[in-house]
């Protein structure tokens, strides 16, 4: 019997859509057995190899899973070490173990030992993309950046996969990937193939 592997993505806010067709894609592309799904509920994650923290607004997503007994599924998993996590522009704040602001009113994951700013890049219209060199892949990548936060500081187990200039824009610590762009808003499938690879 071959096993199905499963990629939740948390369905709270941010491009939901885009990140199950790009999962299926890959899914389809690679010829492996899997799904992606939607994530609304704590029982939801029981099903999940890996999970996908879309964009948002980090307050909000945070408050959620709190309410909704997410947040506390997600840890649980994490200290069972038995689910790889994916977390973009807001999803790769709440990945982090500490934030610039400490007044901010974010319940924190703290999956990877890092400082994040959040909105580092400005306001919306401030929005851009750039082509980065991310550690791993043969040629630059496109990363689409909307009013995305960046990696200020890393320690311990975790490591810089990309920058933009002098920003750390994507980070990776054991199966947990953190990016401050949005790979789903994009035809290139490479991070989402990178993120299956991780399970």
Request: glycine residues 6%.
């Amino acid at each position: 019997m071959v096993a199905i592997v499963t990629i939740g993505v948390l369905s709270l806010q941010g491009a939901v859509s885009e990140h199950l067709a790009s999962m299926n894609r890959v899914f389809k592309e690679e010829k492996q057995t899997g799904q992606a799904i939607l994530v609304r509920q704590p029982r939801d994650i029981d099903a999940c190899d890996g999970l996908i923290i879309p964009g948002g607004e980090s307050t909000t997503i945070s408050r959620i899973l709190v309410n909704s007994g997410m947040h506390e599924v997600i840890r649980k998993r994490m200290s069972q070490k038995n689910i790889a996590l994916m977390g973009t522009c807001a999803g790769c704040v709440l990945l982090a173990r500490q934030l610039t602001d400490s007044k901010a009113d974010v319940r924190l994951l703290e999956a990877m030992d890092m400082q994040i700013e959040r909105n580092a890049f400005g306001r919306q219209k401030e929005s851009c993309e750039r082509s980065i060199a991310i550690k791993g892949f043969s040629t630059l990548y496109t990363a689409v950046f909307i009013r995305a936060p960046v990696i200020t500081k890393i320690w311990g187990a975790c490591e810089i996969l990309a920058t933009a200039g002098k920003e750390i824009v994507m980070a990776r610590q054991d199966n947990y990937l953190a990016l401050s762009f949005h790979p789903e808003l994009t035809d290139d499938l490479r991070i989402h193939r990178y993120f299956l690879e991780m399970l």
